[in-house]
């Protein structure tokens, strides 16, 4: 499973489970993801207006998300509404003459690059047919002409990329939002806490995050919690630390989008403290991992995993990943405590992936025991 952003959440594998989280420029994963920011196309939301209680649809959730008034969020939306993939946009392109490439559609979704020649201004003209748009809806939305020579993303952008790499869950999560992740902000401790239930399935994950301002104002950060396992989904979301504004589970995507007020606006490298907690509805696969990803440095970072009495690992190990998918290194075996829990204290937490593994072995029962 995996784990939290700005440190990112980590998420659980389809294989064996897992949980991921992620939280913004100081980001590190686990197997739940937390994550802020990308124009998702989703099949089914679950939102929750945390204070009212009110739904939010998921037509909603993209207009809010994806930056409909600029050309790539106008864009995003389009395709979302008319169910196109970028594969059938650029085959209906070229039955009218027109040639533009999956990839090009999908860097002028994402904001990567604008349409600016004769044949890129054409073929905006003709998607606003195919897409059913009134004329000039799109074209009119476009900026002045870019400087020539591959655009670097933001920082933020940037570095989240580096780690997560292109199409992420967490850049879908959070659509337009991801180019700005937690931007306003970065973390210096996070604590992660990863319940597993008596089937080994994950129970409930804690995190404190401890943030400091990069600029004057903020007040806010996004966090995102990924789940392998469509069957885990929360259940009950607590805020200790912070006022929960927004709380959506995107369900195509398996994962919760959580906002998380701090009361206050911050003064330039003024810290604060936020705290939650997430109980999931149980999984249908036992979990064998926890992550979590950052894609700045950490000042300290620690895992903490219960485990159930009755679903004792045989074996746990921590490793790390430069970049999510990567091979893991570092692997190291961890000791299982008297408390039936095994934790990672890591300081100076360079970027990229944290995570830790267990297997069930076949022993007696309470001893290693595979659940299930």
Not at 78 to 102: D, F, K, P, W
Not at 277 to 297: I, L
Not at 307 to 328: I, M, N, Q, T, W
């Amino acid at each position: 499973m995996s784990s939290d952003t700005d440190t990112d959440v980590t998420l659980p594998e389809a294989t064996g489970g897992g949980a991921s989280d992620s939280t913004g420029p100081d980001t590190t994963e686990a197997r739940v993801t937390e994550a802020q920011g990308a124009g998702a196309q989703v099949t089914e939301a679950h939102a929750t207006a945390a204070r009212t209680g009110e739904a939010i649809t998921t037509s909603a959730l993209h207009a809010a998300a994806t930056g409909a008034d600029t050309f790539p969020g106008a864009l995003r939306e389009a395709l979302n509404r008319r169910g196109l993939s970028l594969e059938r946009v650029s085959e209906r392109l070229r039955v009218r003459g027109i040639t533009i490439s999956q990839a090009t559609l999908s860097s002028w979704q994402r904001g990567r690059s604008q349409p600016e020649r004769a044949r890129s201004l054409r073929a905006v003209d003709v998607l606003e047919e195919i897409l059913e748009l009134p004329a000039g809806a799109l074209r009119s939305l476009l900026g002045p002409r870019r400087p020539r020579g591959r655009i670097t993303p933001p920082g933020a952008e940037g570095a989240a990329l580096q780690i997560l790499g292109e199409d992420s869950v967490v850049e879908k999560a959070l659509g337009a939002r991801f180019r700005h992740f937690n931007q306003e902000t970065s973390s210096l401790m996070v604590h992660d806490i990863v319940r597993m239930g008596e089937s080994g399935t994950l129970s409930a994950i804690s995190t404190t995050n401890v943030l400091r301002a990069s600029r004057a104002g903020a007040d806010r950060a996004i966090f995102v919690l990924s789940f392998d396992d469509e069957a885990a989904e929360p259940v009950d979301i607590r805020v200790s630390c912070g006022r929960l504004a927004e709380a959506t589970y995107l369900k195509g995507l398996k994962s919760l989008v959580l906002e998380i007020h701090f009361g206050r606006e911050l003064a330039k490298l003024d810290t604060t403290v936020v705290s939650y907690a997430v109980e999931v509805s149980p999984s249908k696969t036992p979990a064998t991992h926890y992550e979590r990803w950052s894609r700045t440095n950490l000042h300290e970072y620690l895992q903490q995993v219960f485990f159930h009495p009755g679903a004792l690992p045989s074996d746990c190990h921590r490793y790390v990943r430069e970049k999510v998918g990567a091979p893991p290194r570092a692997r190291r075996r961890i000791p299982l405590s008297e408390s039936h829990d095994v934790h990672v204290l890591t300081s100076r937490c360079k970027p990229g992936v944290h995570g830790v593994a267990w297997d069930y072995g076949t022993g007696t029962s309470g001893t290693g025991d595979r659940p299930g």
